[in-house]
């Protein structure tokens, strides 16, 4: 039997090209695989779930969902999930539950923690995550252990703290976990904002499958713009192919405007979503 996946966009920071679509800073795929329907991330809003029923993706039909790191543009969308969802699974790094976070980019601290009043609520629902492991035959949970690779300069504006802690700390990114994906030709990485770095998450994936030939990246890379994200992409570039060099990287969320312009440059062979679109590999 053949293997591919199919990913839909159901949210993204770029609108859509069909109107209809709701569009915001957040990031939500639907992913088929050969043995599972994944919901991976959920935006910042119900916006996921009004898309999916635009797009026709029935995602009562979802196995599990997974949650990539504890952002609210990524799991902001948890209370509207389990309204809708109240029996699925999701799983989701152990950290969450119990870490605030906080993003100081705009000149200030802004929190950008989870609602823990509903991972509380939903705690039977809600399966952490400790290590790497399989979840089915073809999709595994990876989290990222190399630190070989350079990380994105944008992590500098984010913090943690424990929720009974007044201290904030830099974020080391413990709670991101990226999904390693069997196909016919290799496998395929979706990792939602890659704060841990592309080429480390890519690095630790092959690492945990045994798997050396990666054929797909797909998410953000957290490459904000800023004076030297020109540098900053190049080397990135450089690094994944040095380790990954027939990949195809599908990027799009927090991989701003002028990295993209970088990447269009440098990359051989990128390609950039937005809201409504569907990747198959
Ligand atoms: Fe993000
Ligand atoms: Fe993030």
Known sequence: MKSSIKIYVLVD?????????????????????????????????EAFIRNAEHLNVELESMDFAF????????????????????????????HI???SYTSARRGFKRDISPDHNVIKTHGDNI??????????????????????YSTPRG????????????????????????????VDKGLVIVSPCSHLGAANI?????????????????GGLHLVDSEVVGEE???????IQSIAPKITLYTGHCTGDMAKQTLQEKFSDVKFFKTGDIITI
């Open 67 to 94: 949650i990539s790191h504890g952002h609210s543009d990524h799991i902001g969308g948890l209370k509207d999930f389990f309204e809708n969802y109240p029996q699925k699974q999701v799983y989701l790094s152990e």
């Open 13 to 45: 920071n770029s609108p859509a090209a069909e109107d209809g679509l709701l569009c915001e800073h957040g990031l939500s795929l639907y992913i088929e695989s050969s043995d599972a329907a994944i919901l991976c991330d959920m935006g910042a809003s």
């Open 155 to 182: 992590n500098a504006f984010l913090y943690c703290k424990e929720r009974t802690s007044t201290i904030d700390l830099l974020d080391d990114f413990s709670h991101e976990f990226a999904l390693a994906i069997k």
């Open 127 to 148: 399966i952490p995550l400790y290590h790497s492991r399989w979840i089915t035959p073809s999709v595994a949970f990876v989290h990222t252990n190399s630190t070989t």
């Open 202 to 218: 890519i690095s630790s994936c092959r690492e945990f499958t045994e798997m050396d030939r990666v054929v797909a990246f797909v």
């Open 233 to 239: 992409v190049s080397l990135c570039v450089k690094e």
């Open 97 to 99: 539950a119990n870490n």
